[in-house]
């Protein structure tokens, strides 16, 4: 079974641009999550949804920031400007409400903003 | 509120020594406490949890963890590490059955001298 699949893997992109990551979670899997990951952060929830309806979106950093989830079957988190500051590793993950905790990660999308 | 606490940033050990990562959890009811481990360049993987029952739980790889509720711990051992261990692990809590969301800790980076 594939697993999570995150695009585009590496992103570079100018101060200013629109940025736009992508998300397909497993087949079946009924919650999805957006972390961001950093050196100086760790691992930061910025927003998850449940049957695609976002449930806790308290991790967005500020009004930049979007996620939808418009099926069951593909998310995008866009970031809109962008800034240096948002340089870092997105990772998406899914999992089935009946497996607590049991949460699946892409590889993430590797994003520097110049 | 919960919290996770992963008092070790960085730890080295020797190919074929055993390893213990130490996790410490904040929170007021019974905790599902997890592993995660993740390897360079990829995204996490669950190792084992723990829900209830047995405080020694095991895991994929070799790994296993000991809940002790008197010590607010759940720490990560492995009798004998192998190079392939190398990699950033993670400790996560989560507030009961069927709630997704977790909170993770900071990580420890595992370096495995040959």
């Known amino acids: 079974d594939a697993g999570v699949i995150q695009s585009p893997r590496h992103e570079v992109t100018e101060m200013g641009q629109e940025v736009t990551l992508r998300c397909k979670p497993i087949?079946?899997?009924?919650?999805l999550f957006w972390y961001r990951q950093t050196m100086m952060r760790g691992l930061e929830l910025l927003i998850y949804?449940?049957?695609?309806?976002?449930?806790?979106d308290s991790g967005m950093p500020e009004d930049r920031f979007s996620a939808k989830m418009p099926n069951a079957s593909f998310s995008t988190l866009k970031i809109q400007p962008s800034e240096p500051r948002d340089s870092a590793v997105y990772f998406c993950?899914?999992?089935?409400?009946?497996?607590?905790?049991?949460?699946?990660f892409g590889e993430g999308s590797r994003l520097t903003v110049l | 509120a919960q919290s996770v606490t992963q008092p070790d940033i960085h730890i080295t050990v020797s190919e074929g020594a055993s390893l213990e990562l130490r996790c410490n959890y904040s929170?007021?009811?019974?905790?599902?406490l997890f592993w995660y481990v993740q390897s360079p360049g990829q995204g996490l993987q669950l190792l084992l949890k723990?829900?209830?029952?047995?405080?020694l739980v095991q895991g994929i790889k070799g790994f296993e963890a000991e809940f002790k509720r008197s010590q607010s711990s759940f720490n990560l051992r492995k009798p004998s590490v192998h190079w392939s261990d190398a990699a950033e692990y993670f400790c996560?809590?989560?507030?009961?059955?069927?709630?997704?969301?977790?909170?993770f800790g900071q990580g420890t980076r595992l370096t495995i001298n040959p």
């Open positions: 723990y829900f209830s029952g047995d405080t």
């Open positions: 993950a899914s999992s089935f409400s009946g497996a607590t905790g049991e949460l699946f």
């Open positions: 087949s079946g899997h009924d919650y």
């Open positions: 949804f449940n049957n695609n309806v976002p449930i806790d």
């Open positions: 996560a809590v989560g507030p009961g059955r069927g709630a997704q969301k977790l909170v």
């Open positions: 929170y007021g009811a019974t905790p599902y």
